[in-house]
């Protein structure tokens, strides 16, 4: 039986698991529960739980040896004493109390009713029409079934939450973020709710981690003006662990020469900024595929220009 050394979450002794062989364990030092699926460490419970969830990419998005960082930042974070730091990371967090779901659900209640209503209202004017209007007469039906669509849409809360609260003593926190663990370039994605923290990464960045800038253009609606903008994702080893992560907006413009320097001046300010939190330069891989002109004639301009192409050098080797 061959076993694998690994470090307590809950205490950092180094413990031994065998391969191959899934149970629950305890930590022969602190008690700590310990999910072990013969390969990895999938969970562990001290006073609250702590899930590292990403099956067979696990190697990729976690370090073994850090879960005990894991724990304590995740502890700080519930606490709202931690959370994560530097440019083009985000978090939020938030306290879910029996009365706010008491009164959405009401709110959803009163909102289905009204909505019932305007459906009946249009669906008799629909009818009264019907025949001499034609299809003009089904385009009346379309305000009333979008309300009715939103009304009984997915909801804010569930019964079930309601039930969750209640357990959890009349209220519970909820958070989500990613981005960098204070004082170290450690990269982070997780979610809590009440004391079950689940992290999908927590893994010391390496030469693979990069941000991807996605370019893109929409030319808006009747609702909307158009909009240009930056898509960036994080990607911590191989495109399958990628994460959309925040928009970078800029000005609607043609790509040409002048455009892309005021572009690319604001992405190396937020290269800048991250740096000072983090102390690394991290690479960013900007993609032209879904942007105003093809992508072949603006990485031409690009190429085109010592100034524009020496920036490009820099933004992806990440110096
Ligand atoms: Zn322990």
Redesign the pocket.
Known sequence: MVDIELV?P??S?ELLLPKNEPNAYE?P??D?GLVWNGEHLTATKIDRTFLFVNGTEYDTVFDTKNLAIAVDFANEVMDGKASVIGELSKSSSSTVSQKNIAESMEFDRGFQNVAIVIFVISLLGFLSIVGQAGFVGCLCLAPSMLIMAIAFGPQNYKSTDLEFAQNAGGSYGVGEGSGFVPETTIYTRYSWKNDTFTFRAFKQIDNNFVFKLQHSYSSGGDNSSPRQRYHVSSILSGAVQEEYVQSIHTRIHQCEKEDLLEDFNLILGIREKLYESIGMYIPFKIEYDWSVKRASKIMKTINNDAQLAEIWKRLEEGN
């Open positions: 307590c809950a205490c002794e930590c030092e602190c700590a």
